[in-house]
């Protein structure tokens, strides 16, 4: 039998109208069993990070509102969907778990990252344990399986404990089982419960697609797969139908909010088909993530992606190359993105985003001693499999560029994009441009 892993984010199953519209998937999608991976209910783990702090600053009261929030609202859905009696037991100690991690932060007057990725856990717990009665499934805890360090917040897994753990999930689901468990957590080797960070619960899905030697690992979401364009710039962005797994790393890594990089490399170690749908219109077109690259025409775009909230920082030729890798060093510990970083005897250009208040104070700190930062800039990505059957291609596409103010062109070990800097502002006008001529010319 072949093995499909079904993963469902927060906004799949946020409410108890969701619950129902991924339980029908799941019937229709795994009639002779199979794993399914859920996200916390949607919002549910931003309210715990705002318990844990305010619980942190020793606001014990905030912290146990916000609880009481948590519980009100998973209360209502499974009374919605007539399941109080049936999810009670198994929620029980969750709340209280959650309760008394408040309270010790509380009386600790700090948040440490083990007990804020303990707290997380009750979140997804809590998610799980619904789905799997919604579900008609089962539910497994994921921390019997998903081996990893000791870091928390952003945890490695360890891929050959996770293969070696999830022996006897293999044989359970091969026999046709339907389970049910938590996306985004793990397990140190001392039994420590720990988080993947960022995309965590497209990275479990995909990890232990690795791990059961499935078939197909199903990201469902609310857009149908994945777009030629952001629609919200491009009225003509369209899906597309098949992708390659180096185009679905390049839009990830320049904009894409449906991938994230870390759950694109169990597919391509593994060669399982990665589906992204949408869970809104579970008939609509579907992208297929293949480990075979689908064939393009010479030169052909697949998508255009941008990311906003670049900051350029110039360095001067006198400095040399160390300051701005020191810079990149410290930025990237504080949790920035990089871009670019591109030298030449005129200097040195680093480009990078700022995703947490951290790097924004480091960011800071380097404009304070005399470092060029300018913000307001955005890295635009052509991505697609023709331009590394025509490398000259993507040269032809500058052609479209015209008079715009070019802040650097971005290379690195892909063939299949070509990325450059611009202002912001020119977003709304070059994206759509791009698209016509880059995407829909061919």
Same mark, same amino acid.
């Given at each position: 039998?072949?093995?499909?892993?079904?993963?469902?984010?927060?906004?799949?199953?946020?409410?108890?109208? @969701?619950? *129902?519209? +991924? /339980?029908?998937?799941? !019937?229709?999608? &795994?009639? %002779? =069993?199979? $794993?399914? #991976?859920?996200?916390?209910?949607?919002?549910?783990?931003?309210?715990?990070?705002?318990?844990?702090?305010?619980?942190?600053?020793?606001?014990?009261?905030?912290?146990?509102?916000?609880?009481?929030?948590?519980?009100?609202?998973?209360?209502?859905?499974?009374?919605?969907?007539?399941?109080?009696?049936?999810?009670?037991?198994?929620?029980?100690?969750?709340?209280?778990?959650?309760?008394?991690?408040?309270?010790?932060?509380?009386?600790?007057?700090?948040?440490?990252?083990?007990?804020?990725?303990?707290?997380?856990?009750?979140?997804?717990?809590?998610?799980?344990?619904?789905?799997?009665?919604?579900?008609?499934?089962?539910?497994?805890?994921?921390?019997?399986?998903?081996?990893?360090?000791?870091?928390?917040?952003?945890?490695?897994?360890?891929?050959? @404990?996770? *293969?070696? +753990? /999830?022996?006897?999930? !293999?044989?359970? &689901?091969? %026999? =046709?089982? $339907?389970? #049910?468990?938590?996306?985004?957590?793990?397990?140190?080797?001392?039994?420590?419960?720990?988080?993947?960070?960022?995309?965590?619960?497209?990275?479990?899905?995909?990890?232990?697609?690795?791990?059961?030697?499935?078939?197909?690992?199903?990201?469902?979401?609310?857009?149908?797969?994945?777009?030629?364009?952001?629609?919200?710039?491009?009225?003509?962005?369209?899906?597309?139908?098949?992708?390659?797994?180096?185009?679905?790393?390049?839009?990830?890594?320049?904009?894409?909010?449906?991938?994230?990089?870390?759950?694109?490399?169990?597919?391509?170690?593994?060669?399982?088909?990665?589906?992204?749908?949408?869970?809104?219109?579970?008939?609509?077109?579907?992208?297929?993530?293949?480990?075979?690259?689908?064939?393009?025409?010479?030169?052909?775009?697949?998508?255009?992606?941008?990311?906003?909230?670049?900051?350029?920082?110039?360095?001067?030729?006198?400095?040399? $190359?160390?300051?701005?890798?020191?810079?990149?060093?410290?930025?990237?510990?504080?949790?920035?993105?990089?871009?670019?970083?591109?030298?030449?005897?005129?200097?040195?250009?680093?480009?990078?985003?700022?995703?947490?208040?951290?790097?924004?104070?480091?960011?800071?700190?380097?404009?304070?001693?005399?470092?060029?930062?300018?913000?307001?800039?955005?890295?635009?990505?052509?991505?697609?499999?023709?331009?590394?059957?025509?490398?000259?291609?993507?040269?032809?596409?500058?052609?479209?560029?015209?008079?715009?103010?070019?802040?650097?062109?971005?290379?690195?070990?892909?063939?299949?994009?070509?990325?450059?800097?611009?202002?912001?502002?020119?977003?709304?006008?070059?994206?759509?441009?791009?698209?016509?001529?880059?995407?829909?010319?061919?």
């Amino acid at each position: 039998m072949s093995l499909k892993v079904l993963k469902f984010g927060g906004s799949s199953v946020g409410c108890a109208e @969701a619950l *129902r519209r +991924a /339980a029908g998937i799941v !019937r229709d999608e &795994l009639p %002779a =069993g199979g $794993l399914v #991976v859920v996200s916390a209910l949607r919002g549910t783990t931003d309210q715990i990070l705002d318990a844990c702090a305010a619980a942190g600053r020793g606001d014990l009261p905030t912290a146990q509102s916000i609880l009481s929030t948590i519980q009100v609202r998973h209360r209502t859905v499974a009374e919605e969907l007539d399941l109080t009696q049936a999810v009670a037991a198994a929620w029980a100690p969750l709340f209280t778990r959650l309760d008394q991690l408040l309270t010790g932060m509380a009386m600790l007057g700090e948040t440490t990252a083990r007990a804020r990725d303990t707290a997380l856990a009750v979140g997804e717990t809590l998610s799980a344990n619904l789905a799997a009665l919604c579900f008609q499934g089962i539910f497994q805890d994921v921390r019997a399986v998903m081996q990893t360090d000791a870091r928390f917040g952003k945890a490695r897994p360890q891929l050959g @404990a996770i *293969r070696e +753990a /999830a022996a006897p999930w !293999r044989a359970a &689901l091969a %026999a =046709g089982a $339907l389970w #049910v468990t938590q996306g985004f957590l793990g397990s140190s080797p001392e039994g420590v419960t720990t988080t993947l960070g960022r995309g965590g619960s497209d990275t479990s899905a995909t990890l232990l697609g690795e791990a059961l030697d499935a078939e197909e690992v199903q990201i469902w979401t609310d857009v149908d797969g994945v777009l030629t364009a952001d629609p919200s710039l491009v009225k003509e962005a369209r899906p597309i139908p098949q992708m390659s797994l180096g185009e679905a790393e390049a839009l990830s890594a320049f904009g894409a909010k449906v991938l994230h990089a870390d759950s694109l490399a169990p597919g391509g170690r593994a060669g399982f088909r990665l589906v992204v749908a949408n869970t809104l219109r579970p008939g609509a077109s579907r992208t297929e993530i293949l480990p075979v690259p689908p064939v393009r025409p010479a030169g052909a775009v697949t998508s255009v992606a941008y990311k906003e909230g670049i900051s350029l920082l110039r360095f001067p030729a006198s400095a040399g $190359l160390e300051p701005p890798l020191e810079a990149a060093r410290s930025l990237e510990e504080a949790g920035a993105l990089r871009f670019g970083l591109i030298s030449s005897p005129a200097g040195t250009l680093l480009a990078v985003r700022p995703e947490t208040h951290a790097a924004t104070e480091v960011l800071g700190t380097l404009a304070a001693s005399g470092v060029v930062c300018e913000s307001g800039w955005a890295v635009v990505a052509l991505v697609g499999e023709g331009l590394r059957a025509d490398p000259v291609a993507a040269l032809r596409h500058l052609g479209e560029l015209g008079q715009e103010p070019v802040g650097g062109l971005l290379t690195g070990s892909s063939t299949v994009s070509l990325a450059f800097l611009v202002p912001e502002s020119r977003l709304s006008s070059l994206i759509p441009r791009l698209h016509s001529r880059c995407v829909l010319g061919y």
